[in-house]
Nanobody, 131 residues
Framework: QVQLVESGGGLVQTGGSLRLSCAAS????????IGWFRQAPGKEREGVAS?????????????YYADSVKGRFLLSGDSAKNTVSLQMSGLKPEDTAVYFC???????????????????WGQGTQVTVSS
C-alpha cells in the first residue's frame, strides 16, 4: 500500500523559508512522479511543483514549477530516504495554503500539474505566511 507522509509546515513571516518533506513508501514501480499541490480556502487545488522518479532516482530533466513559485521554491529528491522535499524561500502571504504531496504512476509532462493525474495523496500540511 502506497503511503505519503508530509512534514515541515508551519507559520513563517513574509520573506521567510520553510522546507516541506514527503516520505513515500509502498511503491512497486520504479518510475513515477511526486507532485506538490496546495489549496487555499475557497480556491481550487493547484500544482506547485513536480519531480519524476526514474529507477528510484530523482530525475530533474522534466521538473515542473508553477510560474508563481519559480525562483523561490526548489525540489530535491533523496533516493536513500524515498523522500522528496520542497524548499520554499521568499514566502509571501499568498503562499498560505494546505500543501499536499501526491504520487502518480502515469503522470506526463502535460499533466504533471493536474491533480487528477495523481493516484495517491498525503494528508496535507498547513503553511501560513504572515504579513
Amino acid at each position: 500500500q502506497v503511503q505519503l507522509v508530509e512534514s515541515g509546515g508551519g507559520l513563517v513571516q513574509t520573506g521567510g523559508s520553510l522546507r516541506l518533506s514527503c516520505a513515500a513508501s509502498g511503491f512497486t514501480s520504479d518510475r513515477y512522479h511526486i507532485g506538490w499541490f496546495r489549496q487555499a480556502p475557497g480556491k481550487e487545488r493547484e500544482g506547485v511543483a513536480s519531480l519524476e522518479i526514474r529507477d528510484g532516482m530523482p530525475y530533474y530533466g522534466t521538473v515542473y514549477y508553477a510560474d508563481s513559485v519559480k525562483g523561490r521554491f526548489l525540489l530535491s529528491g533523496d533516493s536513500a530516504k524515498n523522500t522528496v522535499s520542497l524548499q520554499m524561500s521568499g514566502l509571501k502571504p499568498e503562499d498560505t495554503a494546505v500543501y499536499f504531496c501526491a504520487a502518480g504512476r502515469l503522470v506526463t509532462i502535460v499533466t504533471q500539474a493536474d491533480p487528477l493525474a495523481y493516484d495517491f495523496w498525503g494528508q496535507g500540511t498547513q503553511v501560513t505566511v504572515s504579513s
